[in-house]
């Protein structure tokens, strides 16, 4: 565009150029000085846009015409008005206005108040002081701020996300002798960042019984082709609604008697490669999850401590009911072999969720009831078993800071000698803020193998960092 309208100029330029020079000793020379001028601003203002700048200044203004002017003047003055019409309106398409320029000036007549007000938060902008009122004595200027030392803020844009989080307890038996009556049960360390826009990874560090350990640490794509995510490293595998939970963010001081005795005292973790994604269909209006997963796990209950390969699938399904509850149903198989133990298990689970939050009430109120079943089936040394557990769990908040739960556990021995435990756990938990809660817990256990104890639990939690109680 302005290439074509530098032509444009030139051409009848060129062509009254040779009647003006004619001319130059008439006194009419004078509007003909002022055309070439304008001429001359408008080449300026080319110039600066062919250069990728945007001219600044006002438009063009050309002479008026006087009586006696040769008419000559007046089409090459018509000309270069139009052209100059056509190069603005190249400039506001090309060179939106300056907030400055767009912003009106206040006028004279501002009161004393709105100008004092206009310079507080002018220097509030700024992160500086406001300046002295108009007509103030230079000795009354406010201190300056020193010179900040602190680097930009982007300086730890590097830098992974870090949280910290800590679990105390006390313990009280009803029988026995006591000891070990206080304990750290685990400090944790998070790590979390973004690689680069394809990737991600999370790191969990655990600190118990004066041994780290990996509790996680994987990475992981998100937004692959077929809306897939996969996951490569060590993660929680998806067995249940919360065997992914981390152990300070369950709603009991421990996982479910279930998962302790099926899957290992602390769940199951596996070291392997993880796919997951939402079906393109709806079933009821629903939203459908799927996992697969290949790993290594280390099951003493399921695999006897061996470690060859474990596959694993789940489907959870999800289905808002209405504003305040939803439905969550889950189905959950996972198996592998150890053939130095002659063993082969099969585990199949079901899981149910049930939430009631209404959304008038906030974080203030919600009452959450889970539900889950499995069928252990093991083949050991030629002999095949079928065992099974289940657990109840119903927990209620009933203010922004006090939650009440109870949950009721029963499981079978996964193999060998029949041995069915049961447990009775009530909790009254007490959130100082979102980053410390305190709990007691209450419970009773009952083994038909160790007979029955009572258990008095006081549990400090607390947490630092951007990510703290994490719940899946």
Known sequence: MPRNIRA??????????????????RPETARSDSLQRAISRLTARLDSLEAGQCPSGRAIALPDRRPGQQPSLDTLAAAVQQLSARLERTIAARCPPSPEARAPQPSDTVSDDLTALRAAARAAAQGGQPGPAPGAPADTLPPQAAPSTAGPRSANLLNPEISATGDFRLLARDEGPQRDNGIVREFELSFQSALDPYSKTKIFLTFENEEIGVEEGYIY?????????????KFRQPIGDLNRWHLHALPETEYPLVYQRFLGEEGLSGIGVSLYTTLPVSLAGGTHEVWLQGTTSESEPLYAGGRQPTLLGRVQNFWQ????????????????NNSDA?????????????????????????????????????????????????????????????????????VEAPRGPEDTQFRITRTLAWWQSEFVYLRLQGEHRDSDLEGKQNLLTFQAVWAVGPHKHETY
């Open 221 to 233: 794509y998100a937004g692959l082709p077929g809306r897939l995510r996969a996951d490569a490293g």
């Open 321 to 336: 009911l209405t504003r305040s509850t939803y439905a969550q149903v889950g189905f959950t198989a996972t198996g592998g």
């Open 342 to 410: 002659d063993l082969r298990s099969r585990l199949l689970g079901l899981d149910f969720r049930f939430p009631y939050r209404p959304p008038e009430a906030g974080t203030r109120r919600d009452i959450t009831f889970r539900a889950e079943g499995y069928r252990l089936h093991s083949t050991e040394l030629g002999t095949t078993t079928n065992r099974y557990g289940t657990f109840v769990d119903l927990s209620a908040r009933l203010s922004r800071r006090w939650v009440v739960g109870a949950r009721y556990d029963w």
């Open 8 to 25: 444009a100029v030139w051409l009848p330029v060129a062509l009254f150029m040779v009647p003006v020079t004619a001319r130059a000793q």
